[in-house]
Nanobody
């Protein structure tokens, strides 16, 4: 059985940083693409960043380039999202996802992603 567990969310002041982690069991990060999404109340889940199974290609939303960085540690089977210079509009629940097509990061439907974590709340105060 596949499980994705996010951690690292919390309350931070604008301009601060957070690193989210997603620990995966039941499948290997060597074998699947991994991604981060976020969602605010009343809105659809939106793609944030994606890293291919081989780690060679990453995708990130244009509006987040330079502030958000995706990475992974295959030995720990853990995905990361380093977020810096956070803004109040970054406030959301952040979800990790497994098995998605990174090329479809910004258009994929929630039901098209095989595996989701439970989400972690990030709140950025002004």
């Amino acid at each position: 059985q596949v499980h994705l567990v996010e951690s690292g969310g919390g309350l931070v002041q604008a301009g601060g940083s957070l690193r989210l982690s997603c620990t995966v069991s039941g499948l290997s990060l060597n074998d699947v693409n991994m991604g981060w999404f976020r969602q605010t109340p009343g809105k659809e889940r939106e793609g944030v960043s994606c890293i291919k199974w081989n780690g060679e290609t990453t995708y990130v939303s244009d509006s987040l380039k330079g502030r958000f960085t995706i990475s992974k540690d295959n030995t720990k089977n853990t995905l990361y999202l380093q977020m810096s210079t956070l803004k109040p509009e970054d406030t959301a629940v952040y979800y990790c996802a497994a098995g998605l097509d990174c090329r479809a990061l910004f258009s994929i439907k929630e039901v098209e992603v095989p595996y989701w974590g439970q989400g972690t709340q990030v709140t950025v105060s002004s």
